[in-house]
Protein backbone atom coordinates (compact mmCIF):
# COMPACT_ATOMS: atom_id res chain seq x y z
CA UNK A 1 0.00 0.00 0.00
CA UNK A 2 1.67 3.47 -0.95
CA UNK A 3 2.36 5.13 2.34
CA UNK A 4 3.47 8.89 2.28
CA UNK A 5 5.12 9.54 5.94
CA UNK A 6 5.66 12.86 7.89
CA UNK A 7 9.61 14.27 8.15
CA UNK A 8 11.04 11.99 10.46
CA UNK A 9 14.60 12.76 12.77
CA UNK A 10 17.30 10.06 12.44
CA UNK A 11 17.43 9.28 16.47
CA UNK A 12 16.95 5.08 16.18
CA UNK A 13 20.00 3.07 14.99
CA UNK A 14 17.38 0.70 13.27
CA UNK A 15 17.22 -1.65 11.40
CA UNK A 16 17.11 -3.39 14.82
CA UNK A 17 17.87 -7.07 14.53
CA UNK A 18 15.24 -10.13 14.54
CA UNK A 19 17.13 -12.63 17.29
CA UNK A 20 16.14 -16.39 17.49
CA UNK A 21 16.01 -17.39 20.93
CA UNK A 22 17.11 -20.99 20.20
CA UNK A 23 17.45 -22.12 23.81
CA UNK A 24 14.25 -20.49 24.85
CA UNK A 25 12.37 -22.15 21.99
CA UNK A 26 13.46 -25.16 23.22
CA UNK A 27 12.39 -24.94 26.46
CA UNK A 28 9.03 -22.87 26.17
CA UNK A 29 8.37 -22.75 22.85
CA UNK A 30 6.16 -26.41 22.75
CA UNK A 31 6.76 -26.53 19.00
CA UNK A 32 6.91 -23.02 18.01
CA UNK A 33 9.83 -20.46 16.98
CA UNK A 34 10.48 -18.06 19.64
CA UNK A 35 11.59 -14.65 18.05
CA UNK A 36 12.84 -11.22 19.75
CA UNK A 37 12.39 -8.21 17.77
CA UNK A 38 15.38 -6.35 19.10
CA UNK A 39 13.89 -2.63 19.76
CA UNK A 40 15.75 -2.76 23.26
CA UNK A 41 18.72 -1.98 21.23
CA UNK A 42 17.56 1.15 19.31
CA UNK A 43 20.12 3.34 21.05
CA UNK A 44 21.40 3.40 24.50
CA UNK A 45 19.96 5.92 26.80
CA UNK A 46 17.70 6.61 23.28
CA UNK A 47 17.00 2.82 24.05
CA UNK A 48 13.39 1.26 23.39
CA UNK A 49 10.47 1.71 21.31
CA UNK A 50 9.98 5.64 22.47
CA UNK A 51 12.93 6.23 20.25
CA UNK A 52 10.86 5.30 17.29
CA UNK A 53 7.78 7.34 18.18
CA UNK A 54 10.35 10.24 19.30
CA UNK A 55 11.28 10.67 15.52
CA UNK A 56 8.11 11.59 14.46
CA UNK A 57 7.30 13.79 17.45
CA UNK A 58 10.69 15.84 17.65
CA UNK A 59 9.88 16.36 13.44
CA UNK A 60 6.54 17.64 14.32
CA UNK A 61 7.65 19.69 16.63
CA UNK A 62 10.62 21.16 14.67
CA UNK A 63 8.31 21.56 11.70
CA UNK A 64 6.30 23.51 13.83
CA UNK A 65 8.19 26.39 15.38
CA UNK A 66 8.17 24.39 19.10
CA UNK A 67 11.00 24.74 21.35
CA UNK A 68 10.36 23.11 24.47
CA UNK A 69 8.70 19.49 25.25
CA UNK A 70 6.35 18.96 27.71
CA UNK A 71 5.51 15.24 28.44
CA UNK A 72 4.84 13.63 31.35
CA UNK A 73 4.70 9.86 32.81
CA UNK A 74 6.08 7.32 36.27
CA UNK A 75 9.00 8.31 38.29
CA UNK A 76 10.68 5.88 36.24
CA UNK A 77 9.25 6.33 32.86
CA UNK A 78 11.08 5.01 29.74
CA UNK A 79 9.17 7.40 27.40
CA UNK A 80 10.21 10.61 29.42
CA UNK A 81 13.94 9.37 30.33
CA UNK A 82 14.06 9.04 25.93
CA UNK A 83 12.13 12.11 25.42
CA UNK A 84 15.26 14.10 27.88
CA UNK A 85 17.82 12.73 25.51
CA UNK A 86 15.94 13.51 22.08
CA UNK A 87 15.61 16.93 23.61
CA UNK A 88 19.18 16.82 24.39
CA UNK A 89 20.32 15.94 21.07
CA UNK A 90 17.82 18.52 19.34
CA UNK A 91 18.89 21.46 21.67
CA UNK A 92 15.44 21.40 22.77
CA UNK A 93 14.07 22.45 26.68
CA UNK A 94 12.31 19.50 28.33
CA UNK A 95 10.17 19.29 31.23
CA UNK A 96 8.58 16.40 32.50
CA UNK A 97 5.66 16.20 35.09
CA UNK A 98 6.40 12.86 36.98
CA UNK A 99 3.82 11.12 39.30
CA UNK A 100 4.99 10.43 42.63
CA UNK A 101 6.88 11.74 44.80
CA UNK A 102 10.66 13.02 44.36
CA UNK A 103 12.86 10.30 46.17
CA UNK A 104 15.89 11.17 47.93
CA UNK A 105 18.52 9.35 45.74
CA UNK A 106 17.64 9.38 41.95
CA UNK A 107 18.20 6.22 40.04
CA UNK A 108 17.68 4.65 36.87
CA UNK A 109 15.71 6.92 34.59
CA UNK A 110 14.77 9.90 36.68
CA UNK A 111 18.99 9.85 37.19
CA UNK A 112 19.54 9.78 33.81
CA UNK A 113 16.44 12.68 32.99
CA UNK A 114 18.43 14.99 35.11
CA UNK A 115 22.09 14.01 33.34
CA UNK A 116 19.78 15.10 30.48
CA UNK A 117 19.61 18.46 31.58
CA UNK A 118 15.54 18.01 31.83
CA UNK A 119 12.94 20.16 34.19
CA UNK A 120 11.73 17.45 36.58
CA UNK A 121 8.34 18.23 38.35
CA UNK A 122 7.35 15.54 40.67
CA UNK A 123 3.44 15.55 41.64
CA UNK A 124 1.92 13.26 44.35
CA UNK A 125 0.33 10.63 42.51
CA UNK A 126 -3.49 11.62 43.42
CA UNK A 127 -3.13 15.65 42.41
CA UNK A 128 -1.07 13.77 39.16
CA UNK A 129 -4.15 11.70 38.06
CA UNK A 130 -6.87 14.39 38.96
CA UNK A 131 -5.02 17.27 37.18
CA UNK A 132 -2.30 15.93 34.58
CA UNK A 133 -4.21 17.96 31.62
CA UNK A 134 -4.24 21.20 33.53
CA UNK A 135 -0.50 20.74 34.76
CA UNK A 136 0.19 20.78 30.90
CA UNK A 137 -1.60 23.64 30.09
CA UNK A 138 -0.46 25.49 33.15
CA UNK A 139 3.64 24.79 31.96
CA UNK A 140 2.71 25.53 28.56
CA UNK A 141 1.11 29.01 29.64
CA UNK A 142 4.24 29.16 31.70
CA UNK A 143 6.56 28.97 28.76
CA UNK A 144 4.44 31.21 26.74
CA UNK A 145 5.09 33.66 29.00
CA UNK A 146 8.56 33.48 28.91
CA UNK A 147 8.45 33.65 24.62
CA UNK A 148 8.68 30.42 24.35
CA UNK A 149 6.44 27.29 22.37
CA UNK A 150 5.89 24.15 24.24
CA UNK A 151 4.48 20.95 23.18
CA UNK A 152 2.77 18.92 25.13
CA UNK A 153 3.47 15.40 24.29
CA UNK A 154 0.93 12.64 25.89
CA UNK A 155 2.13 9.52 27.97
CA UNK A 156 3.97 7.35 26.12
CA UNK A 157 4.20 9.33 23.19
CA UNK A 158 1.27 7.55 22.15
CA UNK A 159 -1.06 9.19 19.65
CA UNK A 160 -1.81 9.93 15.68
CA UNK A 161 2.08 11.26 15.30
CA UNK A 162 3.64 8.58 17.65
CA UNK A 163 1.88 5.91 15.75
CA UNK A 164 4.36 6.42 12.78
CA UNK A 165 7.02 4.72 14.83
CA UNK A 166 5.68 1.19 14.90
CA UNK A 167 3.98 1.60 11.74
CA UNK A 168 7.58 2.36 9.92
CA UNK A 169 8.65 -0.48 11.78
CA UNK A 170 6.22 -2.68 10.36
CA UNK A 171 8.15 -1.97 6.89
CA UNK A 172 11.33 -4.03 9.07
CA UNK A 173 9.17 -6.86 10.67
CA UNK A 174 8.36 -7.47 6.64
CA UNK A 175 12.09 -7.56 5.57
CA UNK A 176 12.65 -9.71 8.79
CA UNK A 177 10.04 -12.41 7.91
CA UNK A 178 11.34 -12.45 4.11
CA UNK A 179 14.85 -13.40 5.55
CA UNK A 180 13.66 -16.20 7.72
CA UNK A 181 10.83 -17.79 6.34
CA UNK A 182 8.53 -16.47 8.36
CA UNK A 183 5.31 -16.68 6.81
CA UNK A 184 2.52 -16.19 9.19
CA UNK A 185 3.37 -15.07 12.62
CA UNK A 186 1.95 -13.81 16.60
CA UNK A 187 3.44 -10.45 17.31
CA UNK A 188 3.70 -9.76 20.56
CA UNK A 189 4.23 -6.45 22.76
CA UNK A 190 4.00 -4.85 26.26
CA UNK A 191 0.99 -2.82 26.42
CA UNK A 192 1.88 0.96 28.51
CA UNK A 193 -0.04 3.72 27.05
CA UNK A 194 -0.87 1.10 23.85
CA UNK A 195 1.04 4.09 21.19
CA UNK A 196 3.25 0.66 20.22
CA UNK A 197 0.45 -1.72 19.79
CA UNK A 198 -1.78 1.06 17.79
CA UNK A 199 1.28 1.52 15.40
CA UNK A 200 1.97 -2.25 14.97
CA UNK A 201 -1.38 -2.92 14.50
CA UNK A 202 -2.07 -0.37 11.64
CA UNK A 203 1.55 -1.25 9.99
CA UNK A 204 0.59 -4.12 10.02
CA UNK A 205 -2.57 -3.85 8.55
CA UNK A 206 -1.13 -1.01 6.14
CA UNK A 207 2.12 -3.12 4.99
CA UNK A 208 -0.43 -6.48 4.87
CA UNK A 209 2.13 -8.63 6.75
CA UNK A 210 1.15 -12.30 7.67
CA UNK A 211 1.09 -11.30 11.23
CA UNK A 212 -1.19 -10.98 14.34
CA UNK A 213 -0.36 -8.06 16.96
CA UNK A 214 -1.04 -8.94 20.47
CA UNK A 215 -0.80 -6.57 23.25
CA UNK A 216 -0.08 -7.94 26.98
CA UNK A 217 -1.23 -4.96 29.09
CA UNK A 218 0.87 -3.94 31.99
CA UNK A 219 -2.04 -1.93 33.70
CA UNK A 220 -5.63 -1.34 32.91
CA UNK A 221 -8.01 -3.57 31.52
CA UNK A 222 -8.74 -5.14 27.96
CA UNK A 223 -11.80 -2.68 27.58
CA UNK A 224 -9.42 0.21 27.98
CA UNK A 225 -6.63 -1.26 25.77
CA UNK A 226 -9.23 -1.36 22.63
CA UNK A 227 -10.45 1.84 23.37
CA UNK A 228 -7.46 3.86 23.59
CA UNK A 229 -5.71 2.02 20.50
CA UNK A 230 -8.84 2.50 18.76
CA UNK A 231 -8.39 5.80 19.64
CA UNK A 232 -5.16 6.19 18.54
CA UNK A 233 -5.64 5.04 15.26
CA UNK A 234 -8.50 7.28 14.69
CA UNK A 235 -6.23 10.29 15.65
CA UNK A 236 -3.72 9.30 13.41
CA UNK A 237 -6.09 9.36 10.38
CA UNK A 238 -7.81 12.63 11.51
CA UNK A 239 -4.31 14.06 11.25
CA UNK A 240 -3.02 12.61 7.87
CA UNK A 241 -6.12 12.82 5.84
CA UNK A 242 -6.12 10.56 2.85
CA UNK A 243 -4.02 7.77 4.58
CA UNK A 244 -5.19 4.17 3.37
CA UNK A 245 -8.82 2.94 5.33
CA UNK A 246 -7.33 0.08 6.71
CA UNK A 247 -9.39 -2.41 9.33
CA UNK A 248 -7.61 -1.64 13.18
CA UNK A 249 -8.86 -4.79 15.76
CA UNK A 250 -6.81 -4.46 18.80
CA UNK A 251 -6.36 -7.63 20.42
CA UNK A 252 -5.22 -7.95 23.99
CA UNK A 253 -3.71 -10.81 26.42
CA UNK A 254 -5.48 -9.37 29.62
CA UNK A 255 -4.61 -11.40 33.10
CA UNK A 256 -0.89 -10.67 33.49
CA UNK A 257 -1.11 -7.26 35.64
CA UNK A 258 -0.55 -8.73 38.78
CA UNK A 259 -0.86 -6.41 41.78
CA UNK A 260 -0.54 -3.77 39.92
CA UNK A 261 1.72 -1.50 37.14
CA UNK A 262 5.28 -1.88 37.94
CA UNK A 263 4.63 -4.29 40.87
CA UNK A 264 5.72 -7.89 39.47
CA UNK A 265 5.51 -11.00 40.99
CA UNK A 266 8.14 -13.66 42.12
CA UNK A 267 7.96 -15.90 38.99
CA UNK A 268 8.16 -12.32 36.50
CA UNK A 269 11.40 -11.73 38.21
CA UNK A 270 12.65 -15.36 38.29
CA UNK A 271 11.66 -15.85 34.78
CA UNK A 272 14.07 -12.20 33.98
CA UNK A 273 16.96 -14.00 36.11
CA UNK A 274 16.73 -17.08 33.88
CA UNK A 275 16.08 -15.20 30.49
CA UNK A 276 19.20 -13.58 31.06
CA UNK A 277 20.97 -16.45 31.88
CA UNK A 278 19.47 -18.51 28.87
CA UNK A 279 20.16 -16.39 26.02
CA UNK A 280 21.99 -13.55 27.18
CA UNK A 281 18.75 -11.40 27.43
CA UNK A 282 17.33 -8.50 29.99
CA UNK A 283 13.98 -8.12 30.37
CA UNK A 284 12.21 -5.24 32.90
CA UNK A 285 9.93 -6.24 35.52
CA UNK A 286 7.48 -3.13 34.76
CA UNK A 287 6.97 -3.87 30.71
CA UNK A 288 8.89 -6.73 29.23
CA UNK A 289 9.17 -9.20 31.80
CA UNK A 290 5.59 -9.16 32.25
CA UNK A 291 4.81 -9.86 28.71
CA UNK A 292 7.32 -12.50 28.09
CA UNK A 293 5.78 -14.26 31.14
CA UNK A 294 2.24 -13.43 29.77
CA UNK A 295 3.21 -14.63 26.23
CA UNK A 296 4.64 -18.07 27.66
CA UNK A 297 1.25 -18.32 29.61
CA UNK A 298 -0.58 -17.87 27.08
CA UNK A 299 1.80 -20.46 24.34
CA UNK A 300 1.67 -23.06 27.14
CA UNK A 301 -2.36 -22.52 27.50
CA UNK A 302 -2.20 -22.91 23.53
CA UNK A 303 -3.51 -19.60 22.57
CA UNK A 304 -0.84 -19.78 19.32
CA UNK A 305 -1.53 -23.62 17.98
CA UNK A 306 -1.14 -24.30 14.82
CA UNK A 307 1.02 -21.12 13.73
CA UNK A 308 5.07 -21.56 13.76
CA UNK A 309 5.99 -18.20 14.60
CA UNK A 310 5.92 -16.08 17.61
CA UNK A 311 7.56 -12.61 17.53
CA UNK A 312 8.56 -10.82 21.06
CA UNK A 313 9.17 -6.92 20.85
CA UNK A 314 12.02 -6.17 22.72
CA UNK A 315 10.45 -2.97 23.62
CA UNK A 316 13.87 -1.85 26.43
CA UNK A 317 13.33 -0.89 30.20
CA UNK A 318 16.69 -1.92 30.94
CA UNK A 319 17.04 1.42 32.95
CA UNK A 320 13.95 -0.02 35.28
CA UNK A 321 15.21 -2.93 36.23
CA UNK A 322 18.32 -0.85 39.21
CA UNK A 323 15.97 0.49 41.28
CA UNK A 324 13.69 -2.68 41.09
CA UNK A 325 16.84 -5.18 42.58
CA UNK A 326 15.74 -6.19 45.69
CA UNK A 327 12.82 -8.13 44.06
CA UNK A 328 15.77 -10.66 42.51
CA UNK A 329 16.72 -11.33 45.50
CA UNK A 330 13.69 -11.95 47.28
C1 LIG B 1 10.08 -0.67 28.08
C2 LIG B 1 8.69 -0.40 27.66
N1 LIG B 1 8.00 -1.37 27.04
C3 LIG B 1 6.73 -1.20 26.64
C4 LIG B 1 6.08 -0.02 26.87
C5 LIG B 1 4.67 0.10 26.40
O1 LIG B 1 4.59 0.83 25.24
P1 LIG B 1 3.33 1.74 24.96
O2 LIG B 1 3.34 2.83 25.98
O3 LIG B 1 3.53 2.23 23.59
O4 LIG B 1 2.13 0.87 25.13
C6 LIG B 1 6.74 1.05 27.51
C7 LIG B 1 6.10 2.34 27.82
O5 LIG B 1 4.98 2.47 28.25
C8 LIG B 1 8.08 0.85 27.92
O6 LIG B 1 8.76 1.82 28.54
Known sequence: MELSYPRRIDLARVPTPLQYLERASKQWGGGHRLWVKRDDLTGCTLSGNKVRKLEFITAHALDNGYDTLITCGGLQSNHCRATAFAGAQLGLKVHLLLRGDAPEDREGNLLLDHLAGATVSCYPKRQYVAEIDSLFEHWQRHYAGLGRRALAIPTGGSDGIGAWGYIAACEELGADFAANDIRQAHVITASGSGGTQAGLTLGVALHQLPATVWGVNVC??????????????????????????????????????????????????????????????????????????????????????????IVFVHTGGIFGVFPQRSGFSR
Open 220 to 309: DDEAYFIEKITADALDWRERYPGVPEVEVRPRVIDGYVGQGYGIADAGVFRLISELAALEGLVLDPVYTGKAFSGMLAELAAGRFEGCRD
